[in-house]
């Protein structure tokens, strides 16, 4: 028999405040990168439509779906992901290669605010024409 023991929903909450610099990356990571392969798999059925249909019909769905402005928030959401995720496994090569194995929390953050530098700079090209 063994000494398991439930620790209730309350500690079991409280256990996120635990987690080190180590942990909130690989979990945006990871999250990130799931977000990229449904996306990819999203992006290449839309795509495989355009030479199932008349060209013009389908220039004219992107062109409409262009000039809404959800779609155009959700590209810079998409934008912030893959950026996130491109400089978060750069991070993650120099780790495996033993660079910056003391400074992780500092290069997470970093990221962080490298990801929202390039993404609200990018705001303006996104929005322009809506």
Known sequence: MTDAYDRGRIEDFGRWREFSAGMWPWILHTFTGWLLVGYLFTHIAVLSTATAADPTVYTATLQG??????????????????????????????????????????????????????????????????
């Open 65 to 130: 779906l262009e000039a809404l402005l959800i779609v155009r928030v959700l590209e810079i959401g998409l934008l912030a992901v893959a950026v996130f995720h491109a400089l978060n496994g750069v991070r993650l090569l120099f780790v495996d290669l033993g660079l910056g194995l003391d400074r992780q929390a500092t290069t997470f953050y970093v990221t962080l605010v490298v990801t929202a530098v390039i993404t609200v700079a990018s705001v303006p090209t996104y929005l322009a024409g809506v």
